[in-house]
């Protein structure tokens, strides 16, 4: 085992290397591998542990922190994230080390007790503003939740200009040199890692950018990947970059986005969509985009649909259900923020019209509103189903910016909806 790494004189790196891991949290490719980082911090009157490492590497952990630190002096330990690569061993970091106090966000508490089945745990909720004295140093905590639990928090060090920011700056990469100017090029895990993990979380990650962003900075110690101590505020800045909307950012004139997706077996549904669109075109203050799903990957649009404020999705009716490009496409809305948006959804069918329906619940079910229902056409759409399309897209497009829309509610869609 190679000796722990020094972030600073008074800070320790004692975390473990996993560099077999290829899959983590079942969605996630590892092929470097993934390191569970904790950090000991030193002050003149105890000891900090910030965060723990999974249990099946409970060995590397507890070798590291006897280096550094005797149980008797840990006065406290700080979980900045509960899920159990950061918890795994804290039942028996507190077994060795009973006097420490333990301190989580106030988030974490009612998630701590569904992690650690243990009666009695103490524990200390803490938000921003709150602190934790050391002696000469001290533990300061800011409140930074959905990152990508409820409970996640950071924990700042102002006396050694060190940030512990939990999985936020993280990336699965493994390699024993530890810091960013040391280990190799790391760019494609630290991108890959904001993708699949905090990007479902833009809104939140902007709220936690407006606490760190003030913070002196010497270094950013997340709680997994390389410790970032050579320009740390590159990390910050790249975050708000992927953070923040590029449409909101290129052409912020205001007006609001709705985009029209269809996919079409003999045109009928295309017609529709046009007619939808020609309807919402009537409304003033519309960004229009119109996208057939046959041409296209999926990956784009749904570049698209995180920027949107409204989405309508066509779909023909084959055996019963929508087809298989638009469940690819509702699908993927999992690993993007869509609750609020508006949507709905349109399309032909030839005996019995399910895909519209089905498509309004998987929307609902994303949280998403679905304020206008939805038009459904018995094969070749006639000039008065047209005008019914035209009327759908207007509606659509006046509840978008503002205008009342009145809807009946039969009681089946009640049943579905709930």
């Not at 803490?126 to 930074?144: E, I, P, Q, Y």
């Not at 280990?183 to 407006?210: C, N, Q, S, T, W």
């Not at 046959?294 to 995180?306: F, T």
């Amino acid at each position: 085992m190679s000796v722990a790494a020094a972030v600073t004189e008074r800070i320790h790196w004692i975390g473990a290397l996993d560099p077999g891991m290829r899959t983590f949290d079942v969605i996630l490719k590892t092929p470097s591998g993934t390191t569970y980082n904790s950090y000991c911090v030193r002050g003149s009157e105890g000891v900090a542990i910030i965060d723990t490492v999974k249990l099946e590497c409970a060995d590397q952990f507890f070798a590291r922190l006897q280096q550094f630190a005797d149980y008797g002096e840990i006065r406290a330990i700080v979980l900045n994230h509960l899920e159990p690569d950061h918890s795994g061993c804290l039942p028996e970091l507190l077994r060795r080390a009973p006097q420490a106090k333990l301190y989580v966000s106030e988030s974490a508490q009612l998630m701590l007790k569904a992690l650690v089945k243990q009666d009695g745990l103490a524990f200390v909720p803490v938000t921003t503003g709150d602190s934790v004295s050391l002696g000469d140093r001290t533990l300061r905590f800011l409140h930074t939740p959905y990152l990508h639990w409820p409970d996640t928090q950071c924990t700042y060090v102002p006396e050694e200009r060190v940030l512990f920011s939990g999985d936020v700056f993280g990336c699965h990469f493994c390699d024993r040199r530890m810091f960013n100017d040391a280990v190799g090029d790391f760019r494609f895990a630290f991108e890959y890692y904001f993708h699949h993990i905090m990007r479902p979380f833009k809104r939140h990650v902007l709220d936690a950018l407006a606490l760190i962003e003030p913070l002196d900075l010497a270094a950013i110690a997340p709680s997994h990947g390389p410790i970032l101590r050579d320009r740390p505020r590159d990390y910050v800045a790249r975050y708000r970059e992927l953070a923040t909307p590029r449409l909101k950012r290129e052409t912020d004139n205001g007006d609001r986005t709705l985009i029209v997706f269809y996919i079409s077996s003999y045109g009928n549904t295309r017609r529709m969509a046009e007619a939808i669109c020609d309807g919402a075109a009537e409304v003033p203050g519309l960004r229009l985009s119109l996208y057939d799903l046959e041409g296209s990957p999926v990956e784009p649009l749904v570049d698209l649909v995180e920027e949107a404020d409204a989405i309508l999705i066509g779909s023909p009716t084959i055996n019963g259900d929508a087809v298989k490009p638009v469940w690819d496409l509702l699908s993927s809305f999992a690993g993007i923020h869509v609750k609020g948006k508006v949507a709905g959804a349109f399309g032909s069918f030839g005996w019995s019209g399910e895909a519209v329906r089905m498509i309004e619940d998987r929307l609902r079910g994303l949280k998403m509103r679905v304020p206008v229902a939805g038009v459904k056409v018995k094969l070749i759409p006639a000039r008065e189903e047209i005008l019914a399309c035209r009327d759908f897209g207007r509606q659509v497009g006046e509840f978008l910016i503002g205008r009342q829309v009145t809807r009946e509610i039969d009681f089946s869609e009640l049943v579905s909806a709930a």
